[in-house]
Protein backbone atom coordinates (compact mmCIF):
# COMPACT_ATOMS: atom_id res chain seq x y z
CA UNK A 1 0.00 0.00 0.00
CA UNK A 2 2.15 2.78 -1.13
CA UNK A 3 -0.20 5.70 -0.45
CA UNK A 4 1.19 9.04 -2.34
CA UNK A 5 4.50 8.73 -4.17
CA UNK A 6 6.12 11.52 -5.20
CA UNK A 7 9.54 11.53 -7.84
CA UNK A 8 12.14 12.80 -7.50
CA UNK A 9 13.09 12.76 -4.02
CA UNK A 10 16.07 15.39 -5.07
CA UNK A 11 16.78 17.39 -7.69
CA UNK A 12 19.28 20.36 -8.62
CA UNK A 13 18.32 22.82 -11.43
CA UNK A 14 20.12 25.78 -12.79
CA UNK A 15 18.28 28.56 -13.80
CA UNK A 16 16.06 28.70 -16.88
CA UNK A 17 16.04 25.11 -16.97
CA UNK A 18 12.78 23.14 -16.48
CA UNK A 19 11.35 20.09 -14.63
CA UNK A 20 8.64 17.96 -13.85
CA UNK A 21 7.55 16.31 -10.48
CA UNK A 22 5.27 13.67 -10.76
CA UNK A 23 2.51 12.88 -7.95
CA UNK A 24 1.07 9.16 -7.88
CA UNK A 25 -1.55 8.19 -5.42
CA UNK A 26 -3.21 4.55 -5.20
CA UNK A 27 -5.99 5.15 -2.98
CA UNK A 28 -8.61 6.20 -5.95
CA UNK A 29 -8.85 9.96 -4.28
CA UNK A 30 -10.43 12.36 -6.20
CA UNK A 31 -8.53 15.72 -5.08
CA UNK A 32 -4.99 15.96 -5.39
CA UNK A 33 -2.93 19.04 -4.24
CA UNK A 34 1.02 20.38 -4.67
CA UNK A 35 1.96 22.57 -1.62
CA UNK A 36 5.71 24.23 -1.18
CA UNK A 37 7.33 24.01 2.52
CA UNK A 38 9.67 27.07 3.28
CA UNK A 39 11.07 27.80 6.54
CA UNK A 40 8.74 29.85 8.98
CA UNK A 41 6.12 29.68 6.14
CA UNK A 42 4.49 26.66 6.93
CA UNK A 43 2.83 24.69 3.78
CA UNK A 44 1.17 27.07 0.73
CA UNK A 45 -0.86 25.54 -2.03
CA UNK A 46 0.04 25.78 -5.48
CA UNK A 47 -2.55 24.24 -7.64
CA UNK A 48 -4.97 21.46 -7.11
CA UNK A 49 -7.41 19.35 -8.94
CA UNK A 50 -10.81 18.14 -8.34
CA UNK A 51 -10.54 15.48 -10.62
CA UNK A 52 -9.51 13.76 -13.27
CA UNK A 53 -8.79 16.91 -16.33
CA UNK A 54 -9.29 19.49 -13.61
CA UNK A 55 -6.99 21.93 -12.18
CA UNK A 56 -6.97 25.50 -10.60
CA UNK A 57 -4.75 27.32 -8.74
CA UNK A 58 -3.88 28.02 -5.27
CA UNK A 59 -2.53 30.61 -3.22
CA UNK A 60 0.99 30.76 -5.00
CA UNK A 61 0.81 29.50 -8.81
CA UNK A 62 2.89 31.33 -10.62
CA UNK A 63 6.00 29.91 -12.09
CA UNK A 64 4.47 26.51 -12.15
CA UNK A 65 1.80 24.45 -14.08
CA UNK A 66 -0.27 21.35 -13.67
CA UNK A 67 -2.08 18.46 -15.32
CA UNK A 68 -4.23 15.80 -14.02
CA UNK A 69 -4.40 13.60 -17.10
CA UNK A 70 -4.90 10.56 -15.22
CA UNK A 71 -6.90 10.53 -11.58
CA UNK A 72 -3.78 8.62 -10.03
CA UNK A 73 -1.45 11.45 -11.33
CA UNK A 74 -1.02 14.86 -10.65
CA UNK A 75 2.15 16.04 -12.38
CA UNK A 76 3.74 19.84 -11.49
CA UNK A 77 6.36 21.33 -14.10
CA UNK A 78 8.60 24.23 -13.85
CA UNK A 79 9.23 25.99 -17.40
CA UNK A 80 11.87 28.27 -16.20
CA UNK A 81 13.19 27.55 -12.79
CA UNK A 82 14.33 30.46 -10.25
CA UNK A 83 16.12 30.58 -7.13
CA UNK A 84 12.90 31.64 -5.47
CA UNK A 85 11.46 28.07 -6.53
CA UNK A 86 13.75 26.40 -4.19
CA UNK A 87 11.83 24.44 -1.43
CA UNK A 88 10.47 21.25 -0.64
CA UNK A 89 7.50 20.69 -2.74
CA UNK A 90 4.54 18.25 -0.85
CA UNK A 91 2.35 16.27 -3.19
CA UNK A 92 -1.59 15.11 -1.45
CA UNK A 93 -4.41 13.93 -2.32
CA UNK A 94 -7.81 13.29 -0.16
CA UNK A 95 -11.59 12.08 -1.19
CA UNK A 96 -12.31 15.99 -0.84
CA UNK A 97 -15.16 17.34 1.23
CA UNK A 98 -13.84 17.43 5.24
CA UNK A 99 -11.70 14.21 4.48
CA UNK A 100 -8.02 14.24 5.51
CA UNK A 101 -5.18 14.66 3.37
CA UNK A 102 -2.63 12.28 2.93
CA UNK A 103 0.63 13.70 2.10
CA UNK A 104 3.41 11.99 0.35
CA UNK A 105 7.51 12.54 1.32
CA UNK A 106 8.62 15.47 -0.77
CA UNK A 107 10.39 16.23 -3.42
CA UNK A 108 13.99 18.56 -2.23
CA UNK A 109 14.75 21.40 -5.19
CA UNK A 110 17.61 23.51 -5.39
CA UNK A 111 17.61 26.20 -8.40
CA UNK A 112 21.28 27.91 -8.49
CA UNK B 1 -0.36 35.76 3.27
CA UNK B 2 -0.35 33.53 6.64
CA UNK B 3 -4.02 33.13 7.61
CA UNK B 4 -2.85 30.96 10.74
CA UNK B 5 -1.00 31.76 13.48
CA UNK B 6 0.66 28.84 15.44
CA UNK B 7 2.76 29.55 19.11
CA UNK B 8 4.79 29.33 20.15
CA UNK B 9 7.71 28.78 17.05
CA UNK B 10 9.90 26.54 18.82
CA UNK B 11 9.85 25.04 22.07
CA UNK B 12 12.22 22.34 23.71
CA UNK B 13 10.52 20.00 26.29
CA UNK B 14 12.14 18.10 29.43
CA UNK B 15 10.81 14.18 28.57
CA UNK B 16 8.05 13.80 30.29
CA UNK B 17 6.38 17.51 30.75
CA UNK B 18 3.09 18.37 28.87
CA UNK B 19 3.25 20.07 25.83
CA UNK B 20 0.67 22.90 24.84
CA UNK B 21 0.64 24.88 21.60
CA UNK B 22 -2.19 26.68 20.05
CA UNK B 23 -3.28 28.17 16.99
CA UNK B 24 -5.13 31.16 16.04
CA UNK B 25 -7.05 33.26 13.33
CA UNK B 26 -9.26 36.16 12.46
CA UNK B 27 -11.52 34.34 10.34
CA UNK B 28 -13.59 31.60 11.86
CA UNK B 29 -13.01 27.68 10.81
CA UNK B 30 -15.45 25.36 10.43
CA UNK B 31 -12.91 22.55 10.61
CA UNK B 32 -9.33 22.44 12.28
CA UNK B 33 -6.59 19.63 11.73
CA UNK B 34 -3.46 18.94 13.65
CA UNK B 35 -0.77 17.23 11.46
CA UNK B 36 2.56 16.60 12.76
CA UNK B 37 5.93 16.03 10.02
CA UNK B 38 8.87 13.86 10.70
CA UNK B 39 12.06 15.10 9.17
CA UNK B 40 12.34 13.73 5.65
CA UNK B 41 8.54 12.89 5.58
CA UNK B 42 5.31 14.51 4.86
CA UNK B 43 2.52 15.59 7.14
CA UNK B 44 1.05 13.41 9.06
CA UNK B 45 -2.77 13.96 10.70
CA UNK B 46 -2.94 13.54 14.29
CA UNK B 47 -6.84 15.16 15.07
CA UNK B 48 -9.45 16.38 13.15
CA UNK B 49 -11.99 18.73 15.02
CA UNK B 50 -15.41 19.57 13.37
CA UNK B 51 -17.43 20.68 15.69
CA UNK B 52 -16.96 24.34 18.06
CA UNK B 53 -16.26 23.11 21.80
CA UNK B 54 -14.96 19.97 20.77
CA UNK B 55 -12.24 17.71 22.53
CA UNK B 56 -10.84 14.97 21.39
CA UNK B 57 -7.83 12.52 21.70
CA UNK B 58 -5.48 10.63 20.12
CA UNK B 59 -3.73 8.45 22.94
CA UNK B 60 -1.63 11.19 24.86
CA UNK B 61 -2.80 14.39 22.17
CA UNK B 62 -5.50 16.28 23.02
CA UNK B 63 -7.07 19.04 20.61
CA UNK B 64 -9.71 21.40 21.20
CA UNK B 65 -11.85 23.14 18.71
CA UNK B 66 -12.25 26.66 20.60
CA UNK B 67 -15.72 28.15 21.02
CA UNK B 68 -15.44 31.10 19.10
CA UNK B 69 -14.12 28.85 16.00
CA UNK B 70 -11.23 31.12 15.42
CA UNK B 71 -8.82 29.01 17.55
CA UNK B 72 -7.31 25.64 18.72
CA UNK B 73 -5.54 23.92 20.79
CA UNK B 74 -2.96 21.16 21.04
CA UNK B 75 -1.80 19.21 24.28
CA UNK B 76 0.44 16.72 24.49
CA UNK B 77 1.17 14.81 27.87
CA UNK B 78 4.19 13.18 29.26
CA UNK B 79 6.21 14.01 26.28
CA UNK B 80 8.78 11.11 24.94
CA UNK B 81 11.64 11.47 22.26
CA UNK B 82 9.22 10.56 19.42
CA UNK B 83 7.34 13.57 19.67
CA UNK B 84 10.36 15.89 18.03
CA UNK B 85 8.67 17.31 14.64
CA UNK B 86 6.89 20.07 13.50
CA UNK B 87 3.16 20.44 14.05
CA UNK B 88 0.77 22.36 11.88
CA UNK B 89 -2.72 23.33 12.50
CA UNK B 90 -4.66 23.72 8.95
CA UNK B 91 -8.18 24.43 8.46
CA UNK B 92 -10.34 24.71 4.79
CA UNK B 93 -11.07 28.25 3.50
CA UNK B 94 -12.96 28.33 -0.15
CA UNK B 95 -13.98 25.12 -0.26
CA UNK B 96 -11.46 22.23 0.32
CA UNK B 97 -8.13 24.08 0.32
CA UNK B 98 -6.69 23.74 3.48
CA UNK B 99 -4.11 27.17 4.48
CA UNK B 100 -1.41 25.70 7.14
CA UNK B 101 0.31 27.07 10.31
CA UNK B 102 3.66 28.19 9.93
CA UNK B 103 4.52 25.13 12.44
CA UNK B 104 5.36 24.77 16.43
CA UNK B 105 8.70 23.16 15.89
CA UNK B 106 9.23 20.26 19.42
CA UNK B 107 12.11 19.23 20.27
CA UNK B 108 12.76 16.74 23.30
CA UNK B 109 15.37 17.25 25.51
CA UNK B 110 16.06 13.33 26.90
Known amino acids: NAGVTQTPKFRVLKTGQSMTLLCAQD?????MYWYRQDPGMGLRLIHY???????AKGEVPDGYNVSRLKKQNFLLGLESAAPSQTSVYFC???????????FGNGTRLTVT | GQQLNQSPQSMFIQEGEDVSMNCTSS?????WLWYKQEPGEGPVLLIA?????ELTSNGRLTAQFGITRKDSFLNISASIPSDVGIYFC??????????FGAGTILRVKS
Open chain 1, 49 to 55: SVGEGTT
Open chain 2, 90 to 99: AGPKYGNKLV
Open chain 2, 49 to 53: LYKAG
Open chain 1, 27 to 31: MNHEY
Open chain 2, 27 to 31: SIFNT
Open chain 1, 92 to 102: ASSYGGNSPLH
